[in-house]
């Protein structure tokens, strides 16, 4: 019985004051969710398959402050899991 886990991620740059979102959990949980909507709308995956969650910048692949430190940890990671 298996479910796939969707996710996201975000580097630990603080937002600014037009940013949509309030924090970077909120932001790691829309990135995670556009992906599941897209693979229920546009791929055919069942919801009950699929899950979103969001990490913040609290999972870093990356702990430097380079350009390329923090794109790598915005990001999305699948995870096939049992539900």
Do not use: C
């Not at 004051?17 to 990135?31: D, T, V």
């Not at 398959?49 to 990671?77: H, K």
């Amino acid at each position: 019985d298996w479910v796939i886990r969707v996710d996201g991620h975000t580097d630990k740059t603080k937002l600014g004051a037009n940013n949509p979102y309030e924090s970077n959990w909120e932001l790691s949980q829309a990135r995670a969710l556009s992906v599941v909507t897209y693979m229920i709308d546009d791929l055919g995956f069942p919801p009950f398959r699929l899950a979103a969650t969001g990490f913040g910048e609290f999972q870093p692949v990356d702990t430097g402050d380079s350009r390329e430190a923090l794109a790598a940890n915005r990001r999305i990671e699948l995870k096939l899991t049992e539900r």
